[in-house]
């Protein structure tokens, strides 16, 4: 089936309008289950399905045969980063030049503390370096968001790391799991060094709330209450 795939696309990059054509009508529902998350904001499914489809070709255009990864998992995050591109630049999600100047303002904060200190930095510090709430930082990186990369990293632990490829290359992944694993990986980007490395030592190397107390020093009380309080995010995340 991916050899077929891999034909078409060889087709579709060489013009063959057939093979582009089949391509999309066999990615639809990979494309409905992206645009399903962008729902109930003011667009019409068919509309976006339609941006989806732009992102669609071109990952077709861009793909390259060699590489050693379902087209499928390469395809969802620029399908994704289209539509989200659409939004913020050209829909009812208008992404003013302030807060574009807070987003860059914050990554370079962020990039700076992360280098003095040696660790990422939370929200609250990038905040209060630049003398703007929380929520402002917020939602200018958010605004700021592209196309994720296959090969960022999700975590990394003594030297260890672990990309969000490694996450997405299982073969039994349906379409729907592949964006589930996605946005998952989001909201995880978005939780506090601490919770990371809660939810890495517990989901990732599989420990137990004990040896992950013992691991971190704080009491396994304290892990329980962690744990819950990330589980409701990611809830919330997904709601």
Known sequence: MEEEVLNLIKLAQEGDEEATKILIEENSGLIWSIVRRFLNRGYDGEDLFQ??????LKCIKKFDLSYEVKFSTYAVPMI???IKRFLRDDGIIKVSRTLKETATKAKYIKDLLTKQNNEEPTINEIANALGVEPQEV?????SDKDVESLYSTVYQNDGKSVYLI???????DSQENIVENIVLKDIIKGLEPREKQI????YYQDKTQSQ???EIGVSQVQVSRIEKKILA?????FG
């Not at 941006?51 to 669609?56: A, F, R």
């Not at 490694?166 to 039994?172: F, H, P, R, V």
């Not at 995010?233 to 995340?237: A, D, F, N, Q």
């Open 51 to 56: 941006i989806g489809s732009i992102g669609l």
């Open 80 to 82: 994704m980063g289209e």
């Open 138 to 142: 917020l939602l200018a990186l958010d």
């Open 166 to 172: 490694d996450k997405l290359e299982n073969k039994g």
């Open 199 to 202: 939810i890495n030592l517990r």
């Open 212 to 214: 992950v107390a013992k």
């Open 233 to 237: 995010k990611i809830r919330e995340g």
